[in-house]
């Protein structure tokens, strides 16, 4: 898993009269992230980020070993993820970030100081989950950490103005119908 996207293109078709802000795909694992993340980068031409490799290597080695994160665990991260998003919105081009954001605390983290940051969370029930997990190879992260991510998941509220997208289907319907979603919001802003 890599980050990808980081070199600069011009604006593509599709994203014409979005305005540019900082997507943050957020979801439990499984959700879909890296690859809705992936088509909305080919489509929008925005950098992306791949929120896990952000990790500190003792997040890593936890979740290798199938040892739930705490809070304290997760703060360096999420100050590497908001980090991330500051300068995205610094050079004022957009940009997307995968990032669990579990928490509405994580959230405030990652949206601190701008109105430019846009969560996406991609609901899928939790048996939709379990199967892509079980298939799931060459990532870190447990499938026995699931359980654990589902308990702390608190998704957003209305007054967080997050897009709820239903991920499942094909990986083709669900860029779409995010991408929709974020036209149709930011199209608003």
């Given at each position: 898993?890599?980050?990808?996207?980081?070199?600069?293109?011009?604006?593509?078709?599709?994203?014409?009269?979005?305005?540019?802000?900082?997507?943050?795909?957020?979801?439990?694992?499984?959700?879909?992230?890296?690859?809705?993340?992936?088509?909305?980068?080919?489509?929008?031409?925005?950098?992306?980020?791949?929120?896990?490799?952000?990790?500190?290597?003792?997040?890593?080695?936890?979740?290798?070993?199938?040892?739930?994160?705490?809070?304290?665990?997760r703060q360096p991260w999420l100050e590497r993820c908001h980090a991330w998003i500051a300068?995205?919105?610094?050079?004022?081009?957009?940009?997307?970030?995968?990032?669990?954001?579990?928490?509405?605390?994580?959230?405030?983290?990652?949206?601190?100081?701008?109105?430019?940051?846009?969560?996406?969370?991609?609901?899928?029930?939790?048996?939709?989950?379990?199967?892509?997990?079980?298939?799931?190879?060459?990532?870190?992260?447990?499938?026995?950490?699931?359980?654990?991510?589902?308990?702390?998941?608190?998704?957003?509220?209305?007054?967080?103005?997050?897009?709820?997208?239903?991920?499942?289907?094909?990986?083709?319907?669900?860029?779409?119908?995010?991408?929709?979603?974020?036209?149709?919001?930011?199209?608003?802003?």
């Amino acid at each position: 898993m890599s980050a990808a996207g980081e070199g600069h293109h011009a604006p593509l078709p599709v994203a014409e009269g979005i305005p540019p802000h900082v997507i943050v795909l957020m979801g439990v694992s499984g959700s879909g992230k890296t690859s809705v993340a992936e088509g909305l980068h080919n489509l929008l031409g925005w950098p992306y980020q791949e929120g896990d490799l952000l990790h500190p290597q003792a997040n890593i080695d936890k979740m290798q070993a199938g040892i739930p994160l705490t809070d304290e665990d997760r703060q360096p991260w999420l100050e590497r993820c908001h980090a991330w998003i500051a300068q995205r919105l610094t050079t004022g081009g957009g940009g997307i970030l995968t990032c669990s954001a579990l928490k509405r605390s994580y959230r405030d983290i990652l949206r601190q100081g701008s109105q430019k940051v846009v969560f996406v969370y991609l609901e899928v029930p939790k048996a939709i989950l379990e199967v892509r997990l079980s298939r799931r190879q060459g990532h870190y992260m447990s499938p026995t950490l699931l359980p654990s991510q589902l308990a702390t998941l608190e998704e957003p509220t209305p007054d967080e103005h997050a897009l709820v997208v239903d991920c499942e289907g094909p990986p083709a319907e669900v860029i779409a119908r995010v991408l929709s979603q974020i036209r149709y919001s930011l199209l608003d802003r």
